[in-house]
């Protein structure tokens, strides 16, 4: 028996044997497993940091572009205000010019109108002789209603100046600097 009982013993530690290395090896496949997946986990770990320190720089870059076009942006708008503010300027400029133009546009009319109106007076007026400096004899003398026309010129009537009360007319060319400068002024 004691030949039974080590056979027994012997078949159950085999036993035991075969079913521990079944199991270290279903272990040693899960360790091998483990360790892929380790170094698959070791590559993702590094692709992450590769990916975080790209990410990084692109979003270092990102501020700098964005800084740089902020600047940009401000500069552009306080150009664009100068501008504005010189438009405006402008603008306030023209107003006052077409008001200062309308106005004397009115007194032009005002002015021509009364124009307009002395010179219809003066032409419902009689014609008078002409008094001024250079009075004028006519030419040709008219005849009588029995004898010939005579052609010979009358003389022409040199007066005295007249006194310094009355202003003589300007010439075109002063007349109109002259109303350039009152504009001006006004």
């Not at 380790?38 to 800084?67: C, H, K, N, P, Y």
């Not at 600047?71 to 306080?78: F, S």
């Not at 306030?92 to 219809?120: K, N």
């Amino acid at each position: 028996m004691p030949a039974a009982l080590s056979m027994i013993s012997d078949v159950i530690l085999i036993a035991l044997l075969v079913v521990t290395l079944v199991a270290i090896h279903r272990f040693n496949r899960k360790l091998a497993e483990l360790r892929q997946g380790r170094e698959a986990f070791e590559r993702l770990i590094v692709d992450f940091r590769q990916a975080t320190g790209q990410a990084d720089m692109s979003l270092q870059q990102l501020r700098q572009l964005a800084d740089t076009r902020g600047r940009e942006l401000q500069q552009r708008t306080e150009s664009a205000a100068a501008i504005l503010g010189g438009v405006d300027q402008a603008s306030a400029d023209l107003r006052l010019l077409i008001e200062r133009a309308d106005r004397a546009s009115d007194r032009l009319e005002d002015v021509v109108g009364q124009s307009r109106d002395v010179t219809q007076a003066l032409s419902n007026q009689p014609a008078k002789e002409s008094t001024g400096l250079f009075a004028r004899t006519p030419l040709v003398t008219p005849a009588e209603a029995d004898e010939p026309a005579a052609r010979e010129p009358g003389q022409i009537a040199a007066r005295a100046p007249e006194p310094a009360t009355k202003s003589a007319p300007l010439e075109a060319s002063k007349r109109s600097s002259m109303l350039s400068t009152l504009a001006g002024i006004r």
